[in-house]
């Protein structure tokens, strides 16, 4: 896995396709872009100069998900190498979207577009606000 960040804010990731992560059929089974827009949120995170375990560890803070949504455009297949780009979509001190991209790195073909809204809690999942150190990370570029 690489990544990478690129010009208007998106961290792009690149993962190969497992063959567990495909159906009889050999298309990735839907659940697991889920799973990727989760992979391309710890690189953005990575790439902005933290770690998320450093979230909650040090601030007793977490990003829990509130909504996820996610549109199928093309199949991803095994052995494909799949890029991963992520984005802040809105950002408040209490309220983040990520928004993803998710292409067949060789073709550039659209696979899916998704979006993940998350809820800033503390350590027992009661609403809070983001550190302030984290909240100019987490504005849209």
Sequence with gaps: ???DSS???FVDTVINVRYAETDQLGIVYYANYF???EVGRVAWC???GFDYKDLEDQ??????VAEASCRYKAPARFDDDI???TAIGSATDKVIRFDYEI???????LLALGDTTHVVTDGSLRPARLP?????????A
Excluded: C, H, S
């Design 46 to 48: 990575r790439a902005r």
């Design 103 to 109: 292409r067949n790195q060789r073709t550039g073909r």
């Design 35 to 37: 799973v990727w827009f």
């Design 7 to 9: 010009p208007k804010g």
């Design 1 to 3: 896995m690489e990544t």
């Design 83 to 85: 890029l991963i780009r």
């Design 59 to 64: 601030y007793d803070r977490m990003m829990v």
């Design 132 to 140: 302030e150190e984290f909240q100019k990370l987490f504005r849209p």
